[in-house]
């Protein structure tokens, strides 16, 4: 009797331990999307994992003029996609990987190619964008 007791403590810690643990990713993932900028002053920001931090996006959404979405095919949002957006003349201007569906990035006027990697899988859109936020999505078949 005392053995089982023992494993029930040591299991109800144990449990405890874990669910302070969940709590702690919880609360560090609600600090939200943060702006950044590269070395040659392309200003973006990614995430959008959750309400609330794609609530945050939208309200800085007027900084931006392009939103990159990535979702698969029934349009369940993804992550971890590597963005790669190159000039007209080919040069890269932004290349990161994104924190959760949504990157937002400020381009100057112009056309551009954003290429999106998934694994293996590549996708690739030209865009024009102007001073006007403009939205476009990457699906995947996963």
């Not at 070395?39 to 309400?51: E, F, K, R």
């Not at 400020?106 to 056309?111: E, F, I, S, V, Y």
Request: net charge positive.
């Amino acid at each position: 009797m005392k053995k089982t007791s023992k494993w029930m403590v040591v299991l109800g810690m144990s449990l405890l331990l874990i669910t302070g643990l969940a709590f702690q990713v919880s609360a560090s993932e609600m600090v939200g999307p943060k702006a950044m900028e590269t070395d040659n002053g392309i200003m973006y920001m990614t995430g959008g994992l959750g309400i609330e931090s794609r609530a945050q996006m939208d309200k800085a959404a007027d900084r931006y003029n392009l939103k990159v979405v990535v979702a698969n095919t029934s349009g369940a949002y993804l992550a971890d996609a590597m963005i790669t957006i190159k000039n007209a003349a080919g040069k890269v201007v932004l290349k990161t990987i994104t924190d959760g569906p949504w990157l937002m990035v400020k381009l100057p006027k112009g056309t551009y190619s954003v290429m999106a990697a998934i694994d293996d899988d590549q996708k690739t859109r030209k865009v024009s964008v102007s001073s006007h936020l403009k939205t476009i999505w990457l699906h995947w078949k996963l």
